[in-house]
């Protein structure tokens, strides 16, 4: 046998073993990253990625609150600053669910459920969000489930109306049943 094969099977012989535990190690690293990556996306955060958000609902059988504004809206402020944002901070929310923004006036882009890249106003033209604020619940399939809150015409029952959407959507996320998650009316069963 000449001696650079030999000295290449002695080399193989040494490198291969490591390169492969190596190989094997990186493999099942990027499997935990790709397993954790849904635990690990933020509780709050604007609407970009639908696919990911639903995988992370999936996973943890979670609904997403979707809330639809607008940079001009006076109410929108008033629904953000004294009902959502202080869900952020608030360890009761969380695990529960996941709260995803859409300013409907910004820039930006949204990758859909089917892929596809939209803008902000489209997305929520697509739905049908005609008026601001907009408070949407989805299931981990990202079906729209119950009544959504539209605009703030009693903010004394504000509060009420926002846990009472909660906890249908928890419990649609975990149990779904038809009769109890659908929208009553046909036009409201919207999905992302």
């Avoid at 901070?89 to 859409?102: E, H, Q, S, T």
């Avoid at 910004?106 to 601001?132: M, P």
């Amino acid at each position: 046998m000449p001696k650079n094969f030999v000295s290449r099977r002695r080399w193989l012989q040494k490198t291969l073993p490591s390169a492969l535990f190596g190989l094997i190690a990186w493999r099942g690293q990027t499997q935990a990253m790709a397993a954790d990556a849904p635990s690990s996306l933020p509780f709050m955060a604007d609407l970009r990625d639908v696919p990911r958000d639903l995988a992370a609902m999936q996973s943890q059988k979670i609904p997403m609150l979707l809330f639809v504004h607008a940079s001009y809206c006076g109410f929108c402020h008033e629904v953000d600053s004294q009902f959502i944002q202080p869900m952020v901070n608030d360890p009761a929310y969380r695990g529960r669910l996941i709260i995803r923004r859409v300013e409907i006036d910004a820039d930006g882009t949204i990758l859909n459920a089917q892929g596809q890249k939209e803008t902000n106003a489209h997305f929520a033209g697509r739905l049908d969000v005609r008026l601001v604020p907009v408070v949407a619940f989805f299931d981990p399939e990202g079906k729209e489930v119950g009544a959504r809150i539209t605009g703030v015409t009693v903010p004394d029952f504000y509060p009420y109306y926002l846990q009472e959407g909660i906890k249908r959507a928890e419990h649609c996320a975990k149990q779904p049943d038809a009769a109890h998650c659908t929208p009553a009316k046909a036009a409201d069963q919207r999905s992302l």
